[in-house]
């Protein structure tokens, strides 16, 4: 079959802090031909997270992406040519299919994906690694009970929204943190949240106080510091600390810092636990039946927030250190 160049988007340059235009170029590459074990995969949806800044890292704990090659992301495609027993054409998957158009990837890296009729960006975000991350969160690793004080950081986002939703499903209730007055609305009328704060407005940490006066049992942290060491202070005798992301830290990963008021922990007797979706891998398909049942019944609200085009990347791909994402950022070229 004939395959026209690739286009893909290649990390030029390693970031300082958060990444400028010049740490990217768009590039047509040619597509070298399929050797035995690979599959060929046309890609149509692009997942942008957080975690991909920290692939941009020379010491990232996965692996990083090497310079001027495709940047790493997660992606669902279709198979247009395979040299592997467990593929054929046409077959919809899902991998670190890159920024790309094409991805020339191993078989075995690939998973075949069932889909009805919902978008392919769903299984990159509510039914991907940012639901399933708040699925596991909030009933495995932790099971809020009616009445238990659940604070939730990034509460808008991909992940934040779900955690949000099901502690509150769970009875508890449920204070979110978010930036602006639009998100915190959103939080509050569509996602149903009992409170919200806007850390970005002026005394964000008296206005969390005032909203948690029975104090914290859970604390779902995506942020890190300082949020981290202000639900320190708010946390209630044996409550549990959840440290599932910090993207407050992406900015010097050389660095990241850790809560000043660590020793709130032994003091008021609390668990840290951490933990990465990729911890429940074997249980993916029972957190997808079960979310797709709740958003089968419009008992699950979430967002999607999509641009086209490879070009575009750059642009959107800074929105989820700035808030200016509104719900999971999805790119197709
Ligand atoms: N452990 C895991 O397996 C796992 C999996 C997926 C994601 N995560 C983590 O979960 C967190 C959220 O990821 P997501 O994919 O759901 O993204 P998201 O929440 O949809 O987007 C990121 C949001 O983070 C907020 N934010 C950015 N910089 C911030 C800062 N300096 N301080 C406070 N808030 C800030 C912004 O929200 P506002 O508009 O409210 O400012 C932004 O919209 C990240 O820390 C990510 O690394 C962990």
Redesign the pocket.
Known sequence: MEIPQNECIVLAARPSGLPEAACWRLECRDVPPVIPGQVLVEVDTISI???MRAWMDEFCYLGCVELNQPMWAFGIGRVVDSASPDFEPGDTVRGLLGVQRYSLIAGDELETLEISDEPHSWHLGIFG??GL?GYFGMTDLVQPRPGQQVLV??A?????SVVAQLAKRAGARVVGI???TD?NRFCLDELGLDACVD?KAANYEQNLAAALPDGVDIYFD??GVP?LDMALRLMNECGTVIA?????QFQHMDRVEGPTEYLKIPERKLSFLG????HYLERFHEGVTALRALVERGELVFKEDIAIGLANFPEHFLK??T?Q?QG?LILKP
């Open positions: 997270d957080p975690a690694m940012p991350t950081s990034t808008a986002g991909a992940v934040g978010a930036g602006g998100k850390y995506n942020v949020t599932c992301g910090a993207i407050n933990f990465t979706c990729f989820q250190f808030g994402n999971k």
